[in-house]
């Protein structure tokens, strides 16, 4: 996997919530940006240096620190919407190359670069208003939501920096079969996967409380 392009956010007007302003609007860097676990949600911080959330009671924090999106499937939408998709569109600070993001098992840590961050995927991005609005497309959340390629967000293990080009390497994967895609069909639009989730301890612990929860109200 490397690293095909590095993304910060541009405040902008928020419409489609009641927020003044959204970090969606991500654009290409260039040069070494610092990576650090930004804290507990609720402040706006995220895991690169310069750049923040609005929406500070669903994004942010430790567990949402940095979203990953592949070109690959930036290209598998470009085709199917029929429009141009630059890096960073879907509000990713990473834009990737080489890996299928989406197979990455909750859990498992990518070291980008010899010496820069651990990154540990920690749960699906869960389509929102703000990313229909965004993009403009019809039925925008509806459609993101079948085609089950959300994006990893990750959380810092260790703090580092990283740059456009770096390398990956997958440094751990943990011993289940929880990925990305099902974790995301689970939570949306398959529940009955929901007791799979139990396994995947790096879940944010809010999304296993809810799991739990939602397989507390289906028992008989």
């Not at 993009?135 to 994006?151: C, N, S, V, Y």
């Amino acid at each position: 996997m490397q690293l095909l392009s590095v993304n910060v956010g541009r405040p902008m007007p928020n419409p489609w919530k009641r927020l003044p302003s959204t970090g969606i609007d991500k654009w290409p860097v260039t040069g070494p940006v610092a990576v650090r676990a930004p804290g507990p949600k609720g402040t706006g911080a995220v895991g690169l240096a310069g750049d923040r959330v609005h929406d500070v009671k669903h994004h942010g924090g430790d567990d949402q620190a940095v979203y990953a999106y592949a070109r690959e499937d930036l290209d598998r939408w470009e085709k199917e919407l029929d429009r141009s998709l630059a890096n960073g569109c879907f509000g990713e600070n990473l834009t990737t190359t080489g890996y299928d993001v989406n197979a990455a098992l909750i859990g498992e840590r990518w070291r980008v670069g010899p010496d820069g961050p651990l990154l540990e995927v920690s749960c699906p991005r869960i389509p929102c208003a703000t990313f229909a609005g965004w993009l403009d497309e019809h039925r925008w959340i509806k459609r993101f939501t079948a085609r089950a390629l959300p994006g990893p967000y990750l959380r810092v293990i260790e703090p580092g920096e990283l740059a456009v080009g770096d390398e990956v390497e997958v440094a751990y994967r943990p011993a289940h079969r929880v990925t990305v895609e099902l974790a995301f069909r689970a939570m949306t639009t398959e529940p009955a996967l929901l007791p799979e989730l139990l396994v995947a301890d790096a879940l944010p612990a809010e999304d296993l409380r809810d799991v739990r929860a939602r397989l507390a109200r289906t028992r008989p």
